[in-house]
C-alpha cells in the first residue's frame, strides 16, 4: 500500500522560509515523477515544484521559479520543498503526490495535506 506522509507545515511571516518533507512508502520511489501541489481557498489545486527522479528534470510553477526548490530528501524516501522569500499567496494546503506527470494534478498517489500560512 503506497503512503505519503507530508510535514514540516506551519506559520510565517512574509518573507521567511519554510521546509515541508514528504516520506513515501511502498512506492518505487525513484521510479516515476513526485511533486508538489497547493490548494488555496476558493482555488483549484495547482502544481507548485515537481521532480522526475529518472533524469533529474525539475518543474515550478511561474510563482515559484527562485524562490522554491524541489529536492530528494536526505532520506532515500523523502521528498522536500525548500520554500523561501514566502508571499501571502503561498498560503494554502499543501500535498505531496507521486505517480505525477510534471504539474498536473493527474497524479496516482496524494497525501492527505498539511497547512501552510504566510502572513503580510
Known amino acids: 500500500q503506497v503512503q505519503l506522509v507530508e510535514s514540516g507545515g506551519g506559520s510565517v511571516q512574509a518573507g521567511g522560509s519554510l521546509r515541508l518533507s514528504c516520506v513515501v512508502s511502498?512506492?518505487?520511489?525513484?521510479?516515476?515523477?513526485m511533486g508538489w501541489f497547493r490548494k488555496a481557498q476558493g482555488k483549484e489545486r495547482e502544481g507548485v515544484a515537481a521532480?522526475?527522479?529518472?533524469?533529474?528534470?525539475?518543474y515550478y510553477t511561474e510563482s515559484a521559479k527562485g524562490r522554491f526548490t524541489v529536492s530528494q530528501g536526505t532520506g532515500k524516501n523523502t521528498l522536500d520543498l525548500q520554500m523561501n522569500f514566502m508571499k501571502p499567496e503561498d498560503t494554502g494546503m499543501y500535498y505531496c503526490?507521486?505517480?505525477?506527470?510534471?504539474?498536473?494534478?493527474?497524479?496516482?498517489?496524494w497525501g492527505q495535506g498539511i497547512q501552510v500560512a504566510v502572513s503580510s
Open positions: 511502498g512506492y518505487p520511489y525513484n521510479a516515476y515523477s
Open positions: 521532480i522526475h527522479f529518472g533524469n533529474g528534470q525539475t
Open positions: 503526490a507521486a505517480n505525477c506527470n510534471g504539474l498536473t494534478t493527474n497524479c496516482g498517489y
